[in-house]
T-cell receptor, first 116, second 112 residues
C-alpha cells in the first residue's frame, strides 16, 4: 500500500530535550516536506527536499533541522525544543514529473507534539 | 505572495442537502489545487486534485471546479451525510518546491 508513515504519532517532551520525528514514504517520490498546523494559522511549510541531499527552508524553519540521506526518509529534528513548537506536524511526499501522481501531495497521519 | 481564503469558516446543514464550499486565491499562477478533508485531531485525506489545465474533477458525490482566471475553486458535495462532517481544506501548489499554500478551512457539520 502506497503511504507516508510518521513516528511517533504522539509525543510529550520537555524543553531542551532533543527529539526526532521520522517520516518515510514507499512511493519513490523525489519531493518531501514538513508542515506544522496551528489553530488560526493553518498549515505552514517548515522544510522541504527536492531529492536526496537537497533540502531547503520553508516558511517557518527556525528551531528545526532536516536531513535527506535516503530517498524514502525525511526526518525532522528539534535540537532544543521549546513550548512554541507544540503543534501538529505533517510530513508529505509528492511525485515528480514522471510519476503517475505528479504534483499530488500525500500526507502522513500526523505527529502531535507537546513541549512542556 | 499567494494567499488562500475559504468561505464560509463554518457551515451547519441538515442531512441530504447539496452544498458548496468556496476557496479563493490571489495569484492565478498555480500548478494545481487540492481539496483535503481533516477529521478532528486526525490526518489529512486528499479528496480531489485539479491540475492547472483542468476545469473540474469528480469523485463520487464530490465535484471540484477550478477557475484560474478568477482565482476560485468550489467543492460541491451532493446529498450530504453526517459522515461528511469534517473540516475541508483547500491548498494551492504554486511553486517549484511543491509548497502548498493553505486556506484555514471550512468546518462542516451535517446534522441527521
Amino acid at each position: 500500500e502506497a503511504q507516508v508513515t510518521q513516528n511517533p504519532r504522539y509525543l510529550i517532551t520537555v524543553t531542551g530535550k532533543k527529539l526526532t520525528v521520522t517520516c518515510s514514504q514507499n512511493m519513490n517520490h523525489e519531493y518531501m516536506s514538513w508542515y506544522r498546523q496551528d489553530p488560526g494559522l493553518g498549515l505552514r511549510q517548515i522544510y522541504y527536499s527536492m531529492n536526496v541531499e537537497v533540502t531547503d527552508k520553508g516558511d517557518v524553519p527556525e528551531g528545526y533541522k532536516v536531513s535527506r540521506k535516503e530517498k524514502r526518509n525525511f526526518p525532522l529534528i528539534l535540537e532544543s525544543p521549546s513550548p512554541n513548537q507544540t503543534s501538529l506536524y505533517f510530513c508529505a511526499s509528492t511525485g515528480g514529473a514522471f510519476s503517475s501522481s505528479y504534483n499530488e501531495q500525500f500526507f502522513g497521519p500526523g505527529t502531535r507534539l507537546t513541549v512542556l | 505572495k499567494q494567499e488562500v481564503t475559504q468561505i464560509p469558516a463554518a457551515l451547519s446543514v441538515p442531512e441530504g442537502e447539496n452544498l458548496v464550499l468556496n476557496c479563493s486565491f490571489t495569484d492565478s499562477a498555480i500548478y494545481n489545487l487540492q481539496w483535503f478533508r481533516q477529521d478532528p485531531g486526525k490526518g489529512l485525506t486528499s479528496l480531489l486534485l485539479i491540475q492547472s489545465s483542468q476545469r473540474e474533477q469528480t469523485s463520487g458525490r464530490l465535484n471540484a471546479s477550478l477557475d484560474k482566471s478568477s482565482g476560485r475553486s468550489t467543492l460541491y458535495i451532493a446529498a450530504s451525510q453526517p459522515g461528511d462532517s469534517a473540516t475541508y481544506l483547500c491548498a494551492v501548489n504554486g511553486g517549484n518546491n511543491r509548497k502548498l499554500i493553505w486556506g484555514l478551512g471550512t468546518s462542516l457539520a451535517v446534522n441527521p
